[in-house]
């Protein structure tokens, strides 16, 4: 079992940055994928970044096109919190993001656990 609590997020003018927090809980966390994804109402959820569990051999991250260059995503293992930076963040970046975790070293398939999602909003 993994638990997931987002923080960060809010409203932030286009160009300037946000960096969201991911604390995980469960005896499971080194060995599970994360990433996030953010979802804008009546559309798709979509991933947005993930990165391979702690440790895990061939493990790298991942980033949707639309966010590559400007995204990081990261993992503090003695926290067990993954982060996103977000840089040059723009009005299309708008949406509630979530956390996510795969019960899995690799990022394959649907995440089994959610976070509650935070809102990002970037004005014009």
């Known amino acids: 079992q993994v638990q997931l609590v987002e923080s960060g997020g809010g409203l932030v003018q286009t160009g300037g940055s946000l960096r969201l927090s991911c604390a995980a809980s469960?005896?499971?966390?080194?060995?599970?994928?994360m990433g996030w994804f953010r979802q804008v109402p009546e559309k798709e959820r979509e991933i947005v970044a993930s990165?391979?569990?702690?440790?895990?051999?061939?493990?790298?991250?991942f980033y949707a096109d639309s966010v590559k260059g400007r995204f990081t995503i990261s993992r503090d293992n003695a926290k067990n919190t993954v982060y996103l930076q977000m840089n040059s963040l723009k009005p299309e970046d708008t949406a509630v993001y979530y956390c996510?975790?795969?019960?899995?070293?690799?990022?394959?398939?649907?995440?089994?656990?959610w976070g509650q999602g935070t809102q990002v909003t970037v004005s014009s």
């Open positions: 996510a975790a795969w019960s899995r070293t690799f990022p394959t398939g649907n995440p089994e656990y």
């Open positions: 469960g005896r499971t966390y080194s060995r599970s994928a």
């Open positions: 990165i391979s569990a702690i440790g895990a051999i061939g493990g790298s991250t």
